[in-house]
């Protein structure tokens, strides 16, 4: 059965501060990893997708992605109390969009 | 990124009864949809996902016959819960796939209670 683990948190930084949220996955034919933001009540948005080892950044957020290791992150730089929310980590294999969730990790990021 | 809505955005019914929801894609065709359900505090799960002019494919455990899925169009799928009963109470979510590999986006969910 394939899993994504995340640590559920909640997760609390102070303003200003990186937040690091963490992902690991059980399936190593996972080709697609991504990073959903949920705010309590609503639907998730998508925040950053990677397909390859390494970093990939896009303004606040950087998404790391260790291939070997199983293993994909999120940091988000300058944490803003508009962060707070549940973050989703979830994998594709790339056949046909299928994608699975792990139960998220609460950030909090307080003032 | 793509836009997908979702309707109704919430509904209360009673136990016994039929509900349906829509998910549209507005600017874009979409050939799969994907119907999720997510309980409180818990990740999404996929229930199904949906292929327009072809029957839905159901994931393990779901009810294909209580969670009628039907894709009559390249921007309409619809779910239609029968005879709900209170434990169907959960957020359901659609989503459509984006260009890019495996990508998808979400419908704003659809809320539903079962008194």
């Known amino acids: 059965q394939k899993e994504v683990e995340q640590n559920s948190g909640p997760l609390s930084v102070p303003e200003g501060a990186i937040a690091s949220l963490n992902c690991t996955y059980s399936?190593?034919?996972?080709?697609?990893f991504f990073w959903y933001r949920q705010y309590s009540g609503k639907s998730p948005e998508l925040i950053m997708f990677i397909y390859s080892n390494g970093d990939k950044e896009d303004g606040r957020f950087t998404a790391q992605l260790n291939k070997a290791s199983q293993y994909v992150s999120l940091l988000i730089r300058d944490s803003q109390p508009s962060d707070s929310a549940t973050y989703l980590c979830?994998?594709?294999?790339?056949?046909?969009?299928?994608?699975?969730f792990g139960t998220g990790t609460q950030l909090k990021v307080e003032l | 990124g793509a836009v997908v809505s979702q309707h109704p955005s919430w509904v209360i019914c009673k136990s016994g009864t039929s509900v349906k929801i829509e998910c549209r894609s507005l600017?874009?065709?979409?050939?799969?949809m994907f119907w999720y359900r997510q309980f409180p505090k818990q990740s999404l799960m996929l229930m199904a996902t949906?292929?327009?002019?072809?029957?839905?494919?159901?994931e393990q455990g779901v009810e294909k016959d209580k969670f009628l899925i039907n894709h009559a169009s390249l921007t309409l799928s619809t779910l239609t819960v029968t005879s709900a009963h209170p434990e169907d109470s959960s957020f359901y979510i659609c989503?459509?796939?984006?260009?890019?590999?495996?990508?998808?986006?979400f419908g704003p969910g659809t809320r539903l209670t079962v008194l």
């Open positions: 989503s459509a796939p984006g260009t890019r590999q495996d990508t998808q986006y």
């Open positions: 979830a994998v594709g294999t790339g056949g046909g969009n299928k994608l699975t």
């Open positions: 600017d874009f065709q979409a050939t799969t």
């Open positions: 949906s292929n327009e002019g072809s029957k839905a494919t159901y």
């Open positions: 399936d190593r034919g996972s080709q697609s």
